[in-house]
């Protein structure tokens, strides 16, 4: 297996170092943000105005820059091996499907651990630059967004696995996101509804800052805090869990493909 990862990672090549080039200049822009605002051009804005930039930036900084480096370092050469009919030639070699399919996941995992530790020592320095205090649960909402870019992309390639076809696989992709991305939204405003309509007032209503912030103590608030006390096992164990499920699931589409 150790062969289908070198040859994963280097077919891959090209999209890591893209990658690992536009973390580079985004980490360049917020530090010659942070020295305008010190020495050049932002310097002669307002108080209010340097907040918001430097406010902007560092949260860009934090958790923009990981999310570009955990996109562009999980990867998988379905497309390559595809037109290069790979599986056919697989079938010569001493390799199963569960080996295949195992050596995207062990590649991404060590992309994973890798990110997660550059994304780590990314957040120390915005706080250095931006003179900010380290928060630790910052660290679990970095590894919550390498978490979730992960799993998503697992399950883009069980869909890969499953039609050999990448335009067919990102349809369903897309349509499924948006589907999760709709639901939630319209779970939150359904959430937020009932809860405004219980104070005696309507969706469309000029509601009170009291109404918006009860909303926020009496329902946002304890959920919130629960994930914040909990963060670090629940994403743990979503990563694990839905992994192991994609990990299945290509297994079985690709083995079905073979036959």
Not at 51 to 61: H, S
Not at 198 to 223: A, C, H, I, T
Request: hydrophobic share 50%; proline share 2%.
């Amino acid at each position: 297996m150790k062969g289908l990862i070198i040859k994963e990672f280097y077919l891959s090549r090209k999209l890591r170092i893209i990658g690992l080039l536009l973390y580079l200049l985004l980490l360049i822009f917020a530090v010659l943000v942070k020295l305008s605002i010190l020495y050049g051009n932002l310097g002669h804005l307002n108080e209010g105005a340097q907040k918001g930039a430097e406010n902007a930036v560092f949260y860009l900084m934090a958790f923009g820059l990981p999310f570009v480096l955990y996109a562009s370092q999980f990867n998988c050469q379905i497309a390559s091996d595809e037109k290069a009919h790979f599986r056919t030639y697989s079938f010569t070699l001493p390799v199963t499907e569960k080996q295949t399919v195992s050596s995207v996941y062990v590649l991404n995992l060590i992309m994973l651990g890798a990110v997660t530790v550059i994304s780590y020592i990314n957040y120390g320095l915005a706080c250095l630059v931006y003179d900010r205090t380290f928060e630790p649960m910052y660290l679990i909402y970095i590894l919550g967004i390498g978490g979730i870019i992960f799993t998503f992309s697992h399950g883009r390639y069980t869909l890969f696995y499953r039609f050999r076809n990448e335009k067919k696989a990102n349809t369903f992709f897309t349509v499924i996101c948006m589907a999760i991305y709709f639901g939630v939204g319209g779970g939150f405003m359904l959430w937020m509804s009932s809860y405004i309509e219980k104070q005696g007032y309507s969706v469309g209503d000029d509601l009170p800052n009291e109404v918006m912030d009860g909303f926020w103590n009496e329902e946002l608030k304890r959920p919130l805090q629960w994930i914040e006390n909990n963060g670090w096992w629940v994403i743990i164990l979503a990563i694990v869990g839905l992994s192991v499920l994609f990990w299945y699931l290509s297994v079985l589409a690709l083995k079905r493909r073979g036959n």
